[in-house]
């Protein structure tokens, strides 16, 4: 009665900084997960998507690491000023991703079930960090991620707490190891956390450009010099992350006050991470990932 | 936590799959955008061999035939609000579209997306539920196997006792199930939910949409949704506890049926306290 989860594994985020000349983080959320994602999902063949937005509060790791015993090291200064929200995408494959954009019939009208002639992403430049006042074109951070599911998620019908922890490895490891750790000890061990209701580590690909080659015109603002050294050096601040669901953020630190290994746990930061922090998301559910075998009809 | 059930049925001529595109494509995309609204699932009757499994093995005597459920409905949707009057105010248009001066309210959801002629051969029937959440529903990472089971009381039953017997008596037999992620049972309750919130004139108001409703409300006095991991756990379940149910059916049902449907999540219902900004 095993469920197969093969599937699922393009997973691309995206970190999305609001117009600020327009909007504020608040509007920007009404705007992104109101108007935008009506039309993005229905992005063809879409497996899964979640919008996930930052709560503004740059002191939450301070305050883990107060309460919770949780390690925390060399946080960015500023980095939640660099994005607002980052919606997280699955596809089946990168041919699925970059064909995502074909529409296909989903509007009954009197003709029968058509295209929507309505269907648009021309909000995008009103709604993200315009290149220029005469562009189209927005700053977007698109990066393939990597995942290791590490305790499949359980979504209750409330909204939960996300916490996202990001990281950067100690340069003295290699990738290889750096990655077998953690997946292997890191997140085996993290995952033993009490009331943790999912847990899912990812790194993101060296390749800064494996989500957007083929998904952008060459002419986008990512492939030119100015883009690819903005998105080099907001990359550069990070090598992953982990996403931790909880019922509750006093249910998380008190899951790590208590926990059974916690030196262990502390341990593993120190030799893994040169730096880790965490940020606390608020996370839409725009399509509920599926992880399994797609069925042979529109499904969301 | 208001919630409102609609059962809607195809256009005439159109194929299941368009149907389903349509409604958890374009019009689904309109809808989740209602002002407060907390939770949005659209559930698509399904044609599976667990269906004709039921039909075959279990339905009996009291469960009906497939084929009469099946002119029904082909859509159950399930709307969630906090209250009777967030629900009549969610037609009133948000600012949630981004544009050249910043939010602006989008004109095209005045009418929902004005394609409910097209989508549906009957206006919805809807009706608010009494919810009773036996087993609250934590939905993993997959498609998972759903079924709506409705059920009608038997004569010289009360409203209160058929209540009663199975939210208790009969759910205390299905909530250890093996594979049970969540189990809800729904009575329809009085709430006038037609007013203030479809436009006066709307064919929601017509004598047969009444006509409709009342046949409905004869034939149902409840619906119970159980979500399971897959058919095999539900199959394995059902057929174990087959004779342990049995009794308790023939005490206080006339009849039922399930209903294996697809659930779509277009809005994760959340139940705790509404955030303090836009969140679906």
């Keep these: ?300 | 936590m208001l919630k409102v059930a609609s059962l809607t049925c195809r256009a005439r001529g159109m194929s299941r799959d368009d149907y389903r595109a349509a409604h958890i494509g374009y019009h689904s995309s309109c809808v989740r955008r209602l002002k407060g609204l907390r939770g949005y699932l659209v559930n698509i009757r399904a044609e599976s061999s667990t269906q004709d499994w039921i039909a075959d093995t279990i339905a009996g005597p009291m469960g009906v035939e497939r084929d009469d459920v099946a002119t029904d409905w082909d859509g159950l949707s399930q709307l969630f609000f906090d209250s009777i009057a967030d629900y009549r105010a969610a037609r009133a248009l948000v600012q949630d579209r981004p544009g050249p001066a910043g939010l602006e309210r989008d004109e095209r959801l005045l009418d929902l997306g004005g394609d409910e002629a097209f989508l549906y051969s009957t206006p919805p029937l809807s009706f608010a539920v009494d919810e009773h959440v036996v087993l609250p529903v934590r939905r993993p990472e997959h498609k998972v196997f759903k079924l709506v089971q409705l059920g009608r009381k038997k004569e010289g039953v009360s409203d209160h006792e058929f209540r009663s017997a199975w939210c208790t008596q009969y759910a205390d037999q299905v909530r250890a199930a093996p594979g049970l992620l969540g189990y809800t049972v729904n009575f329809p309750q009085l709430t006038d939910v037609k007013t203030d919130f479809y436009p006066p004139g709307s064919s929601v108001f017509s004598p047969q949409a009444t006509e409709r409703e009342l046949d409905f409300h004869r034939r149902w006095d409840g619906y119970a949704e159980l979500w399971f991991t897959t058919p095999e756990h539900f199959v394995d379940w059902r057929s174990t506890m087959h004779d342990a149910l049995r009794p308790i059916e023939a005490e206080w049902f006339d009849h039922w049926c399930y209903v294996e449907v697809d659930e779509t999540v277009v809005v994760l219902p959340d139940r705790s306290a509404a955030a303090p900004f836009y969140h679906r």
Excluded at chain 1, 70 to 89: K, T
Excluded at chain 1, 154 to 163: F, H, N, T
């Design chain 1, 1 to 300: 009665m095993g469920v197969d989860h093969s599937f699922c594994q393009f997973k691309v985020w995206a970190f999305l900084k609001r117009n600020v000349a327009l909007l504020s983080h608040d509007e920007y959320r009404a705007g992104h997960v109101g108007f935008h994602c009506s039309n993005t999902r229905r992005l063809n063949a879409i497996r899964g998507y979640s919008v996930n937005i930052h709560d503004e509060d740059s002191t939450l790791s301070a305050r883990l690491a107060l309460e919770a015993g949780a390690q925390v090291r060399n946080e960015p200064r500023h980095f939640l000023s660099l994005w607002d929200g980052f919606p997280a995408v699955y596809f089946d494959s990168w041919q699925s991703w970059t064909q995502a954009g074909v529409q296909e019939p989903t509007r009954a009208t009197k003709d029968g079930v058509v295209i929507d002639v309505d269907w648009t992403l021309a909000d995008g430049p009103y709604l993200f960090d315009r290149v220029s006042d005469d562009s189209p074109q927005f700053r977007s951070y698109h990066i393939r991620m990597e995942e290791m599911l590490a305790k499949p998620v359980l979504r209750e019908e409330r909204r939960p707490v996300k916490l996202v922890q990001f990281f950067r490895a100690k340069p003295s490891l290699s990738a290889a190891e750096f990655k077998e750790r953690l997946r292997c000890e890191y997140l085996v061990l993290l995952a033993e956390l009490d009331a943790l209701n999912g847990l899912i580590g990812n790194l993101r690909y060296r390749d800064i450009d494996a989500a957007v080659r083929g998904y952008y015109p060459e002419d986008h603002w990512c492939f030119t010099e100015q883009g690819r050294t903005e998105r080099e050096a907001f990359f550069d601040l990070w090598d992953g992350a982990n996403e931790l669901y909880f019922s509750s953020l006093e249910a998380f630190i008190e899951a790590r006050r208590q926990f059974r290994d916690h030196d262990r746990l502390n341990a593993l930061e120190d030799e893994l991470f040169e730096a880790n922090w965490y940020v606390a998301v608020d996370e839409n559910v725009i399509v509920m990932p599926n992880r399994s075998r797609p069925p042979e009809y529109y499904f969301r």
